[in-house]
């Protein structure tokens, strides 16, 4: 939850008409997540393995975004599809809970959070490419469902 409260901060369009590359930044005030996860990972010489439910909650955080697309025509008329969006994330604040860690050794799995939320910085990079994927995912496909209605001369007018 929270990514469609996004600020964008800078647009850039290619002017060559065919190629149409956007490159845009923006901030991410705040996102919030809750799902399942599977570990098998190492951070500060530490292995953790778990699985169970993992909430979290980023803020502040900045990406940049490349977005490619090309003309489909449908029905006769040039739309703009996009392919997946090439995403990086700039972390910001981040905060980790996961359930089930160590669930035969509570004393581990405390000490284990507690790791994690010292170190969030260093989790967070772990669990980045997760996240932008998702994220690209979800920008992706709102963007073609824009894109969709338009015709291309609609939304790109030449004057």
Same mark, same amino acid.
């Given at each position: 939850?929270?990514?469609?409260?996004?600020?964008?901060?800078?647009?850039?369009?290619?002017?060559?008409?065919?190629? @149409?590359?956007?490159?845009?930044?923006?901030?991410?005030?705040?996102?919030?997540?809750?799902?399942?996860?599977?570990?098998?990972?190492?951070?500060?010489?530490?292995?953790?393995?778990?699985?169970?439910?993992?909430?979290?909650?980023?803020?502040?955080?900045?990406?940049?975004?490349?977005?490619?697309?090309?003309?489909?025509?449908?029905?006769?008329? @040039?739309?703009?599809?996009?392919?997946?969006?090439?995403?990086?994330?700039?972390?910001?604040?981040?905060?980790?809970?996961? !359930?089930?860690?160590?669930?035969?050794?509570?004393?581990?799995?405390?000490?284990?959070?507690?790791?994690?939320? !010292? @170190?969030?910085?260093?989790?967070?990079?772990?669990?980045?490419?997760?996240?932008?994927?998702?994220?690209? !995912?979800?920008?992706?496909?709102?963007?073609?469902?824009?894109?969709?209605?338009?015709?291309?001369?609609?939304?790109?007018?030449?004057?």
């Amino acid at each position: 939850m929270g990514p469609s409260a996004f600020k964008l901060i800078e647009l850039k369009k290619n002017p060559i008409w065919p190629k @149409n590359r956007f490159a845009f930044k923006f901030i991410l005030p705040h996102l919030y997540f809750k799902g399942d996860y599977d570990m098998d990972m190492n951070i500060l010489l530490l292995k953790y393995r778990g699985q169970g439910q993992i909430i979290g909650n980023f803020t502040n955080y900045d990406a940049e975004v490349v977005m490619k697309g090309h003309l489909k025509n449908i029905g006769g008329s @040039n739309h703009l599809e996009f392919e997946r969006f090439d995403m990086r994330l700039n972390l910001g604040h981040s905060y980790f809970f996961l !359930d089930n860690l160590f669930k035969d050794q509570p004393t581990l799995a405390k000490a284990t959070l507690d790791v994690i939320t !010292d @170190n969030s910085e260093l989790f967070a990079n772990e669990v980045r490419p997760a996240i932008e994927n998702a994220l690209a !995912d979800v920008f992706t496909d709102i963007a073609n469902k824009i894109t969709s209605r338009f015709t291309y001369e609609e939304l790109f007018p030449r004057n």
